[in-house]
Structure formats: C-alpha cells, structure tokens
C-alpha cells in the first residue's frame, strides 16, 4: 500500500466536442453513388460489423485531448474502392463554425478534457455529423 500526503487528485468529467464534416466524394465512372456512399460511410461511421472495427470517426477511436487531422478522415474516404477523388468542403467543431469564405483548418485542437465525436445521431446533432456529396459515377 502507498500513501502519498499532499497530493491533490482532480477528477473531471469529459467534454464531448461535435465535428461537423464534410466531404465531396468523386465516384468514379462505372460505379453506383449510392454503393459507395454505403462503403464510404462504413470506413468513416459505422464500421465493420464483422470484424467488428468501429468507424474511424467513433469516439472509441479518440483521447482526451487528442488533436483530430482531416488527412486520416480523407485517405479513409479516399481508400474506398469507386472514390476517384476526395475533397474536403467543411472541417470545424459544431460550436465554432470556420468564417465564411476561408478553407477548412487541416486539424482541430482539442481541449485537455475533450473528446473529438461524429456520431450523426438525429437525437443527439450536438455530437457532430457528416455530409457526404456524391458526384460522377452512375
């Protein structure tokens, strides 16, 4: 057993920050929008139920004070078969929305007692949501 006299031991509860996301998806020719909208929104929210890997924007996959980057959330998309290209439209905490007419920041900072989420959850659209816009295929 350890005793330690003057330690003080601050408990606090965490912070749920709501992304919201957006992405333009070029489908390239020859595949289905709607199917790769399926398979994109598996990489990125749902997850494999059969391998039982969460999406890469489940808050499982995020730290307190974690700061999140666009480059994972885009390589992801991009990864996906049928995508020819991935643009990132809207990048920002729900609270902070990036000023009208700039680019979206390539990472977010994160608090010390933050969690990063986008869980596109009607119930809950302070928890962060993702846009995906389809362009090109059939």
């Known amino acids: 057993m350890l005793r330690m006299m003057g330690t003080d031991l601050v408990v606090e509860q965490a912070v749920f920050v709501g992304l919201r996301i957006g992405l333009e998806i070029c489908v390239a020719p020859g595949f289905f929008r709607g199917d790769v909208y399926?398979?994109?929104?598996?990489?990125?929210?749902?997850?494999?139920?059969?391998?039982?890997t969460p999406g890469l924007l489940n808050a499982a996959n995020s730290k307190f004070g974690q700061t999140?980057?666009?480059?994972?959330?885009?390589?992801a998309a991009q990864a996906v078969t049928g995508v020819s290209a991935v643009t990132l439209t809207t990048f920002e905490r729900m609270t902070q929305p990036t000023p009208t007419g700039q680019p979206p920041p390539t990472q977010l900072l994160m608090g010390a007692v933050e969690i990063a989420c986008c869980d596109n959850d009607p119930n809950h659209a302070d928890r962060g949501s993702l846009t995906l816009t389809m362009d090109g295929g059939k």
């Open 38 to 52: 399926q398979a994109v929104w598996t990489a990125l929210v749902t997850g494999d139920n059969c391998s039982a």
């Open 68 to 75: 999140v980057y666009s480059s994972p959330i885009v390589t």
